[in-house]
């Protein structure tokens, strides 16, 4: 299994959901070994690797920050790479925030559909996980465990009538994550709205980035799934993830857990080495098929 990067450059743009400032995505294709990484444009191409040690303020979205160089709301862009296997990209963008788009991560998708893979000619390194790795605060926890392939399961449990128990399981790859989670939007409950808004937070919400529950029911319904709030909670698990930095071989299990401990079990996992090896055998041959049957590949391989 080699490295990857995109076939060729695609863009979106929105506004943040948190901040409401306008942005625009571009896609790029990237050398051997560089990663997923953010280039602040508007700051003179200022780089923000995807990786754990560059997590700042995880409260209800994901941030990056090196040097007091802010990027906020990273979780569904780096979802839909991740999940689409793509090792190495610039991701150039000219605000604070990732758009919002329509609250899910298919816009994000139909970019990469647009894009395509190109195959490098280094082979993919994988971390994989060798003994396991919880966290936990109350009630809520997430672990990680010695695995082949790529699985996440993802309960939530929020005490409404629409939302309730829900629970995804699945083996990550682009067919998986493209029909089961790229669709599910972000929510929020419309109680929070005033004080978020007071803590400047959701200036750029509306209805058609989120859905909004209320006391009973769903203000802008319907429903893309039923079950389509943890769809999206394993598609933010999925997202924060990603800043493992490398494919990951493991199974995590995360339950009524949140950006914090998603990414407190990142922060952990690459902090303690005894815990994985990096690796580059292949992966599961499902991943393999699941990949080749979603986005379209060039058989060129670049000189890189
Ligand atoms: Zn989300």
């Given at each position: 299994m080699f490295q990857t990067t995109i076939a060729k450059e695609s863009s979106v743009e929105g506004v943040g959901l948190h901040t409401g400032v306008h942005g625009r995505v571009r896609l790029l294709s990237a050398q051997t070994d560089t990663g997923i990484v953010f280039r602040r444009v508007d700051l003179d191409n200022f780089l923000i690797e995807?990786?754990?040690?560059?997590?700042a303020r995880v409260s209800y979205a994901t941030s990056l920050m090196k040097q007091g160089v802010l990027l906020s709301t990273t979780e569904h862009l780096l979802a839909a790479i991740y999940s689409c296997g793509i090792d190495n990209v610039y991701i150039d963008i000219d605000s604070i925030e990732v758009p919002i788009l329509d609250g899910s991560a298919e816009p994000f998708m139909q970019m990469l559909e647009h894009s395509g893979v190109r195959k490098l000619r280094r082979k993919r390194r994988y971390l994989k996980v060798l003994k396991p790795l919880e966290v936990s605060e109350g009630d809520r926890r997430i672990g990680v465990y010695p695995a082949d392939e790529f699985r996440v399961r993802c309960y939530v449990d929020f005490p409404h009538p629409v939302v309730g128990q829900q629970e995804v399981e699945m083996l990550v790859g682009p067919d998986t994550f493209r029909h089961l989670l790229a669709r599910a939007r972000t929510f929020c409950f419309d109680r929070d709205i005033e004080p978020l808004r007071a803590m400047g937070?959701?200036?750029?919400?509306s209805l058609e980035n989120a859905i909004v529950l209320t006391h009973d029911g769903i203000?802008?319904?319907?429903?893309?799934?039923?079950d389509e709030f943890g769809r999206h909670k394993a598609l933010d698990l999925i997202g924060d993830l990603a800043l493992i930095g490398l494919p990951l071989l493991a199974r995590v299990d995360a339950h009524k857990a949140g950006h914090s401990l998603h990414t407190q079990l990142v922060s952990r996992l690459l902090a303690d080495p005894s815990l994985w090896t990096i690796t580059t055998r292949e992966a599961a041959p499902a991943q393999h098929q699941a990949y080749a049957a979603v986005l379209p590949q060039t058989s060129a391989v670049p000189a890189d």
């Open positions: 995807a990786q754990g040690h560059n997590v937070l959701i200036r750029g919400g203000m802008n319904g319907p429903l893309r799934f039923p």
